[in-house]
């Protein structure tokens, strides 16, 4: 045994002493975004992985590894649109985007993030976008387009461009083929995963939470508060991700005080597995054994073709909750509220289905419309609609919905009452999640929470229920 483990540690020492002696010589092909150390340190983990050729899983090894090693310091990103944010803020969202043999949905997403969102929650995220494709005429082109049409928001800080040359990615060639994949789709993946790492790496200092979605969604009106009420509750439980939507690397929440770790995991195994399969097995690292996932989704996919060569793909996120839902049933029901209302406006429009509306001339802190069914139901989804249908004037721009469980001994209220969700430019639409009391709801309460300037129209009141 003594002779076999000598024999081991020989071979080891010849394989690492060769690597170090290229990496002095040339090193990594590549422009030394590491230092010299951290190459070295690379070489020997390396080489501890292949003299180890009876352990497919190098999640031991990576253990090892993290004891000794330092996060990659010394990546430096080229900012091409915008400056680094001076102030933290709660939430970066960070988008990496390549060339689309079809067409690109970049400034589609972007779009998305901005308008799904109210001025007062833009103040509390960054949108970070890596051009991570190396054509310089297409770089030119997105550079162009995106200073002109989100011009407003790089200049309040919220919207930064980033590029990493080329030149200093790891080496692309005589990769492995891991997964039965092409030399091309290897190569596309191991420098997927470096785009990546060198996203998350740009933004480790500048939010308290990170956020990765891709280049081609869509958005839910209102997710960075949904997300923001969600990290709050989560605040201090165990989680690597939280996930907002089940589609690749969409959605996918994390504390930015574990990028570091997971840009090492990322590039020291880049050329392993696609980046999907590595979140795993880095989940695996550190004891989360199954996925913390919240629905309804608050992203979906925009297109139908692939980042590689184009192909189609009709992958979509089923949990998406798309605007042409079922129509409500809003179960017979009576209408309370402390609203002042205008002569000819009743409360009970509110809640009809045709296109009647309740106007309210002046409301105050503390003001209510409530919906008290004539019979408890499972209510599974509500959808409020304040202010105008065709220029969104006198919306309640503050107020919160609630549900209520218990009605004991009033006619028109209910005694006990959660938080359904916030509204956001005046609107919510969102699912009820099970309970499993199994109470039923009696009431659903719209709650004003700040004074309106004006008047405020409540176009709906709409339930789903069971």
């Known amino acids: ?145 995106i200073s002109t049409i989100f011009k407003p928001y790089i200049q309040a800080s919220q919207l930064v461009v980033i590029n990493m040359p080329l030149k200093s990615y790891l080496p692309l060639k005589k990769l492995k083929k891991n997964f039965n994949g092409t030399t091309a789709q290897v190569a596309f993946h191991s420098k997927q995963n470096m785009d990546y790492a060198f996203l998350m790496n740009f933004a480790t200092n500048h939010s308290d939470y990170f956020l990765m979605i891709e280049d081609d969604v869509k958005c839910v009106p209102g997710f960075v508060t949904q997300i923001a009420t969600t990290v709050s509750a989560w605040e201090n439980k165990p989680w690597v991700t939280l996930e907002f939507s089940p589609l690749s690397f969409t959605g996918k929440l994390f504390r930015t ?60 996120d089923k949990e998406f909750e798309e605007d042409d839902i079922s129509s409500p049933n809003n179960p017979a029901a009576s209408i309370y509220t402390s609203l002042k209302a205008t002569n000819d406006s009743v409360p009970m429009n509110a809640y009809s289905l045709n296109k009647n509306f309740f106007y309210a001339e002046s409301a105050e802190v503390g003001s209510h419309l409530t919906v008290v069914l004539d019979s408890p139901a499972e209510v599974f989804r509500v959808q409020v609609l304040t202010g105008s249908d065709l220029k969104g004037e006198n919306q309640l721009k503050e107020g919160q919905i609630e549900l209520g469980y218990a009605s004991t001994n009033q006619i028109n209220d209910c005694d006990d009452y959660i938080l359904l969700g916030l509204l956001v430019n ?41």
């Not at 392993?272 to 690292?285: A, I, T, V």
């Not at 309106?452 to 069971?466: A, E, F, L, Y």
């Open 257 to 316: 005080k574990d990028l570091p770790s997971f840009v090492n995991f990322l590039l020291l195994f880049y050329q392993e597995m696609p980046y999907d399969c590595l979140l795993s097995h880095f989940h695996d690292l550190l004891m989360q054994q199954t996925p913390v996932q919240f629905l309804p989704s608050l992203f979906q996919r925009m297109g139908n073709y692939s980042f590689f060569e184009g192909k189609f793909n009709s992958l979509k």
């Open 1 to 145: 045994m003594k002779d076999f483990l000598w024999i081991l540690i020989v071979i080891a020492i010849a394989m690492v002493f060769p690597i170090l002696f290229f990496i002095r010589e040339n090193p990594f092909d590549t422009a030394s975004f590491l230092s010299l150390q951290e190459k070295e340190l690379v070489a020997w983990q390396r080489a501890r992985m292949q003299i180890s050729s009876r352990r497919t899983n190098h999640l031991e090894t990576f253990k090892d590894m993290q004891k000794n090693s330092e996060p990659f310091k010394n990546v430096n990103s080229c900012i091409l649109i915008g400056a680094a944010p001076v102030k933290k803020r709660l939430l970066t969202i960070g988008i990496s985007s390549v060339q689309r043999p079809q067409r690109s949905y970049l400034l589609d997403t972007l779009q998305s993030l901005f308008y799904s969102s109210s001025l007062s929650e833009q103040k509390h995220f960054i949108v970070l976008v890596h051009l991570a494709d190396p054509d310089p005429m297409w770089r030119g082109q997105m550079i162009s387009n």
């Open 426 to 466: 005046g609107i919510l639409n969102k699912q009820v999640l099970s309970n499993k009391s199994g109470k039923k709801v009696k009431c659903v309460r719209l709650l004003v929470t700040a004074t309106p300037s004006s008047g405020i129209i409540i176009r709906h009141i709409n339930i789903w229920v069971n």
